[in-house]
């Protein structure tokens, strides 16, 4: 309750498309002012080799502010932006038109703090941009598996989540499973591999940003189907 009540008084301070959502200039009517913008377009993994990464932006500057203003500060809106550069990697997908739009659950008691579940709000956008339908595949489950991944390192985040998920309902057999920032991979290969498991044929993997390291831009996320 108190991050929307904090949410509300910055949409007070500062109303929609009125100021930047990220260094509260002027903006004339655009989500962003002139000169993140910019920074944003710069930050932008738009190569065929980067784009298969499955991100959008590199998780630096004024995208991983963003991130940071849906994350903690309930800013909505800041969904909306950056999925609309999401939207664009996902179109390159050719996604058949029954894929179902999904997120990776939140603990519900971290979702209970921060007052929003932002994966979802992804998700919800990115399917609303490319007109699919976005529905909750998958869930936490058991008790302790709610600790974050901030601060891990590779093999850690891993045995965080090891059995961590289970699939919702019946699982459709195309998915487009989106989340707000690849660091190591461990996240997305877990819930793909849940999902697998519960009969989806193909997953795509999408996310806002990527942490650009040695480590895993050696990855090739590629596509997850067959």
Known sequence: MLRRADGWLLD??????AACLVCGKPS???RLCPGCAAELNALR?????????GAAYRYQGVARKLVHRLKYDCVEDAARLLACAMAENARAMALPRDTVV??????EKRRRMRGID???LLAESVAGALGL???ALLERRGRGLGHTQRGLGRMARQRN?????RCAGDI???VLLVDDVYTTGATMRECTACLREGGARRVETLTACRVMTRENTGEWMGRQGT
């Open 133 to 135: 339908t976005c529905g």
């Open 102 to 107: 999904t997120w990776v659950s939140m603990p």
């Open 172 to 174: 459709p057999p195309h």
């Open 161 to 165: 989540l090891q059995g961590a998920f």
């Open 45 to 53: 993994l738009d190569g065929e080799r980067e784009l298969w990464l």
């Open 28 to 30: 004339h009517g655009m």
């Open 12 to 17: 007070v301070f500062y109303p929609e498309r």
């Open 118 to 120: 932002h994966g979802r």
